[in-house]
């Protein structure tokens, strides 16, 4: 998606589900950059996108 502006990826990645991040960010440094960014997760939040999940200690 390197032809696409910033934002656009940006909104798509908000759009998977954060579940593929850990794959995901091992497509390109751009994705792991944004992956790790707050911009993204505050874009999630602007578009309602919410996940439930289970953290356990083990």
């Given at each position: 998606i390197p032809s696409l502006p910033g934002d656009v990826t940006v909104d798509i990645l908000a759009r998977?589900?954060?579940s593929h991040y850990p794959t995901l960010s091992l497509v390109s440094k751009t994705f792991r950059k944004l992956i790790a960014s707050p911009k993204?997760?505050?874009r999630r939040s602007?578009?309602?996108i919410t996940q439930h999940r289970v953290d356990?200690?083990?």
């Open positions: 998977v589900p954060s993204l997760y505050k602007q578009l309602g356990a200690l083990l």
